[in-house]
């Protein structure tokens, strides 16, 4: 599911992400040479491959969930989605290598069967989680495009929460931030405070974006 275009005019605006915060907050140098010097070290991954086609994945299911029935959304066959995802991910991030590759088949296939045994265990246990009563979705990969600082207007701070559900009988938002791993998410995960600041920071300008009081909107990971 491909992320909404965010227009931003860098004649005056600058954009900063949760990534830049992210590692500026581990490291200042390697911020530095990152986005000043422009000598990044970024590379294409499996792991994160994996990650943008079981975010698509998850998210396809639960809009049709919501926007149509459980039903429809159980009859969806996302094991073959999450390859098809997998595979076109994987093309787009092997032209951006210059066609060079950065895994295997094994290794894809490997990724695959793990992605698709994490897809039955929460097509099962879905219903501990999301309900269609009472409850609604607001959106999905919705864009974040707000001044960090209401005194410096033209620094924004440029990110997509995952999905919002809204519970209609408190009236309160729910952000959700998918996440994957290879060690699944521990009790040090959860205390990651990397991993909470990013989905404190959506909360935080959702809440201002939408004038919803912090109160009535909380927080998940998935």
Known sequence: MPKPKIDINYAYQKAVSYSQYSIYSQCQYQ????????????????????GTAMHETIQTYLQT?????????????ID???EE???????????ENNNEHFTTKEELKEFLADGQATLDWFKKNRKKYFSIRNTELVGIEIP????VLEDIPNVLMNGSIDFIIYEKNTESYTIYDIKTSTKGWSDYEKKDQTKINQILLYKRFYSKAMNIPKTRSTLSSL
């Not at 040479?33 to 422009?38: A, E, F, G, P, R």
């Not at 995802?85 to 994987?90: A, K, P």
């Open 144 to 147: 974040i495009l707000l001044p």
């Open 85 to 95: 995802r997998l595979v076109e991910n994987y093309k787009l991030s092997l032209e």
């Open 31 to 50: 911020w530095y040479l990152t986005y000043i010097k422009k000598q990044s070290s970024f590379k294409p991954s499996i792991y994160l491959i994996y």
């Open 80 to 82: 073959k989605l999450l």
């Open 65 to 77: 969930m919501y926007e149509k029935s459980g039903k429809a959304a159980d009859e969806l066959d």
